[in-house]
């Protein structure tokens, strides 16, 4: 059980150091619903399931859908381009 809470506190680590270092912003909020996540694991494991079930709901959830709906607002979420069928270029050179 001891080396379950290492590998989670490493993962703790690790997610808390990416998200600062990540340059996508959505990559920064699945790797913060992620540290959300392994932190309400880690408070189950000390027995506060109080604090767990506010943690997977608030910081995983919540927060979460706020800052999606927050990145859709400010047009940060990039579309992916649709790619033009082979017949649409030739009908445009012509």
Do not use: R
């Not at 943690?55 to 959830?61: F, Q, S, W």
């Not at 800052?67 to 990039?78: V, W």
């Amino acid at each position: 059980m001891e080396l379950f809470n290492m590998i989670l506190l490493g993962f703790l680590v690790v997610c808390a150091v990416s998200v600062s270092f990540s340059k996508n912003l959505l990559n920064s909020i699945l790797i913060f619903m992620s540290y959300s996540l392994i932190m309400s694991i880690i408070w189950i494991l000390l027995e506060s399931p109080d604090l767990a079930i506010t943690e997977a709901a608030v910081g995983a959830g919540v927060t979460s859908v706020l800052f999606f709906i927050t990145l859709k607002k400010i047009h940060a979420l990039q579309q992916e381009p649709k790619e033009e069928e082979p017949g649409e270029q030739n009908q445009k050179t012509e």
